[in-house]
């Protein structure tokens, strides 16, 4: 992939919608798709709620954002109720986040693949005023800093391109989150981001020490280590962890 962006010749004069269309040209010349490794994915018409471009061979769809500034624990969505719809729907798309410097050089390039999109991961935001052109319009704000780290995959990293084969692999790693149903996934993440910060081999009582925070998410379960060993054995069974014996576990796809 060229990590230069090429200007293009467009009639707008809004810095976002000139980005918008650099980046999206930029996409459509360089980006195989990330999924199946098809050489190209394909834009799709403007406008489209929540999708712009599509994979021609296996069909996944693809949601751009991108950024002079580097992504950090959170990113302007779109609208708030679509985007719920389409996650409770099983319609999201899989996203891409571009990051470019003043130079028009790809700083960074990762994909969030749809099966780690929850409704947790979606903050509303305040209606905009009534003074506003879309008054009453409801944002959101996707939280990446509630991905875990394997929900982020590299294509392009510190301007640096990261080899075809090492970005299918690790998509197809994360393959079996696809077959966790969607009202255990807010909890299957939170448990695989506190796994993702502990050491090769923990301990039960390692997770259990993050019970309060888990009593701050979600305020009227009264069985939070009865669930937290619920998504261990899930993490299990899906081969990223082992359990040793004796409260112990071991990661695996690490």
Known sequence: MDI????????FRSKSQIGRIRTETWVKNNLYCPICGSAKIEKLENNRPVSDFKCPHCNELFELKS?????????????????????NSNNVPNFIFLHYNSELIICNLFIVPKCFFTSQIIKKREPLKSTAIRAGYIGSNILLEKIPNCGKIYLIKNFKELSKSEVLKKLAMIKPFNSVQLNEKGWTFEVLSIV?????????????????????????????????????????????????GNGKYQKVKY
């Open 4 to 11: 230069k962006i090429v200007e293009v010749k467009n009639n």
């Open 67 to 87: 950024s002079t500034k580097k992504y950090g624990g959170s990113v302007l969505g779109g609208n708030y109720n679509k985007m719920i719809e389409v996650i």
């Open 196 to 244: 993702e910060n502990l050491p090769n081999e923990f301990l039960l009582e390692h997770i259990y020490e993050k019970e309060k925070p888990f009593r701050s998410i979600y305020p009227k379960n009264n069985n939070i280590k009865e669930k937290i060993r619920q998504q261990l054995q899930i993490l299990r069974d899906l081969g990223f962890i082992m359990f040793i």
